[in-house]
Every structure is written in C-alpha cells, then in structure tokens.
C-alpha cells in the first residue's frame, strides 16, 4: 500500500532496463495483496483449530492436520459456523485471546465484545476463503496452461472466443476455471474464464483484522513459554470491541462483475 497510495515511489522497486509501466506495476501489488487474504486467513484458522484441539501444542496439531481434514472441517464452518466445531465459541475465544483479563479488570466487558466480533468476523471469513477459488487459478491455472490448439475458452455467457484468460485488469480478476468436455465435443479441456470485480481496500481491512487475532494467539504462546512455573504472566493483547463485520466486508466485496 506504500507504493500502491503514492505512484512516485515506484522508482525504488525498478530494476535497471525495467519497462513495466506504473498501471502495470500497481495490478501486480494490488494482486499480491488480495491473494495474501486467502494465505493469513489459513493461518489464522489452523491456528484457531490447533489452540481449541491441542491447547498445549497447537503447532504439532497444525504440522499433522492433513489437507483433507481440514477441508472438512471449513466445509463444516462455513455451512453451520464456529458454534458446529467449538463448544461456546464466544466464551472459548475471549478465553483463548484475553487470558490474562479477568473480570475485576476494566477491560473485561471489552474482551467480551472483541470476543463476540471475533466469533462473526472468522464466521464471515470462512465463506469468503471457501467461495474465493481464483486463488487455485491464479497461482496454478494460468501456469499449466496446455497447448492453445487443445484449448477452447468460453466466457461466463458461454459465447466463443479465441483470446486468452489474463489475470488482472484494473480492479478486475479475470481466471479460470476447467471443466469436463461435454460428450461428443473434441477437444481435451473446457477452460471457463471467469471475471470479478475485487477491492484492496477491503483486503487490507481484513488483512489487518486476521494479523491483530494472530497476534494474540502468537503473543500468548510467546509468553507462556517463557514464563516459570507459577509464574503471573501478562501481554499486550489487541482489543477489537469497536469494529463490525459489516465494516470490514463492505456491500459489493468480489462481486461478479458484468
């Protein structure tokens, strides 16, 4: 966003002999940026799962959850919620993020809130990570992209055309999905390219959110693992009792566009 906000200090990021113009320069980092949500709201829930399923080593319930299992387990969330996978969500979660905030501190009413928003935002974050598949397409579609006299693109209105998928243009991501030749069609895949509108800002907005949730739950294991026996620990933990969801994923967020 540094380089995205003010266009002058793209001189810093060029390497000599470097053609890309500005516009081009300013897709690529706004991309990067918008496929970081989908890899920090993965780390953000596998450790949520691990904390809840192996409190006291949730990095080794992280190392040794397969692929499988936890595709599973997001496919429970975002169908019936946090509330089908842990019991009391909101108590769990104030808990796990504000261990060291009791109820004869001031904060505490303020945890709780944070605790009620960060229950609906990782709800919310689970359909989006679920329903956005351009990340597949954009990190690997595009990179195995078989010989264009095998390939037939149709777009979303199912009308031919013969240009191919590019990936970004302006605040549009163009991708691909593949789907299987209908019988009687000759030729080996049908790749779909599909267009949605996107929109930094609100990527950054839930970047942010994610990282601050991280922090807690790093910060604490932190600590803790420093601490001795019986040791009183205490850590800077983020409050986030003044923020909606509403908020964070505004109306019109990656919707198709037209």
């Known amino acids: 966003m540094h380089f995205i906000e003010d266009h002058s200090r793209l001189s810093t990021l060029r390497l000599p002999k470097d053609t890309d113009t500005d516009d081009y320069i300013i ?24 904390h809840y399923f192996y409190p006291d080593l949730p990095w080794f319930w992280m190392s040794t959850c397969t692929q499988n299992k936890f595709n599973n387990i997001m496919n429970l969330w975002q169908e019936r919620g946090l509330d089908a996978i842990i019991k009391e969500p909101e108590k769990w979660l104030r808990d796990a993020l504000y261990p060291t905030i009791n109820e004869s501190r001031k904060e ?15 709800n919310r974050l689970a ?47 163009e991708f691909l999905t593949y789907e299987l030749p209908t019988e009687g069609q000759d030729y080996e895949y049908l ?26 739950f790093l910060e604490r294991k932190r600590v803790e693992s420093k601490a001795t026996p019986g040791q009183e620990v205490t850590f800077n933990s983020v409050l986030l009792d003044n923020f909606k969801v509403e908020d964070i994923f505004r109306v019109g967020y990656f919707e198709m566009s037209v």
């Open 108 to 122: 505490y009413q303020k945890t709780k809130e944070s605790a009620t928003f960060a229950k609906k935002y990782l």
């Open 191 to 216: 790749i779909k390219r599909t267009s949605k509108k996107y929109d930094v800002n609100v990527d950054i907005g839930i970047i942010s959110i994610t990282t601050w949730l991280l922090q807690n």
């Open 27 to 50: 897709k690529n980092l706004k991309m990067e940026i918008h496929m970081m949500v989908f890899h920090s709201a993965e780390s953000l829930f596998l450790t949520v799962l691990g």
């Open 127 to 173: 359909k989006e990570y679920m329903l956005h598949r351009e990340y597949n397409a954009y990190k690997h579609g595009l990179r195995v992209f078989p010989g264009q006299r095998r390939v037939q693109t149709i777009d979303d209105e199912a009308t031919r055309e013969e240009v191919a998928a590019e990936a970004i243009q302006g605040d549009i991501l």
